[in-house]
Nanobody, 118 residues
């Protein structure tokens, strides 16, 4: 089992920055990939970014490429999502997720709200 707790959400203005954190506990040694997803009201949950737990290879959705940066601190079992140049369309609940293999994300956090006012 892996437990995930997100923090760092809030209300900001367009153009501002925000950093989300996701603290993992439990079987963190077995994590394959950590990812961030988001879900806006009335929309499907969508992929935002991911990072390989070992090696650090990163992946981004086109909509956030160049503005968001995912990183991890293995010593702290924490993944970060640095979000710059925020837009109103970035408003969503952001979820952290852990994948134990290459197939699917098995563990999810409770989500943190990010609201960007224009």
């Amino acid at each position: 089992q892996v437990q995930l707790v997100e923090s760092g959400g809030g209300l900001v203005q367009a153009g501002d920055s925000l950093r989300l954190s996701c603290a993992a506990s439990g079987r963190t040694f077995a994590i394959y990939t950590m990812g961030w997803f988001r879900q806006a009201p009335g929309k499907e949950r969508e992929f935002v970014a991911a990072v390989r737990w070992n090696g650090g290879t990163t992946y981004y959705a086109d909509s956030v490429k160049g503005r968001f940066t995912i990183s991890r601190d293995n010593a702290k079992n924490t993944v970060y999502l640095q979000m710059n140049s925020l837009k109103a369309e970035d408003t969503a609940v952001y979820y952290c997720a852990a994948a134990m293999d290459a197939q699917r994300y098995s563990y999810w956090g409770q989500g943190t709200q990010v609201t960007v006012s224009s």
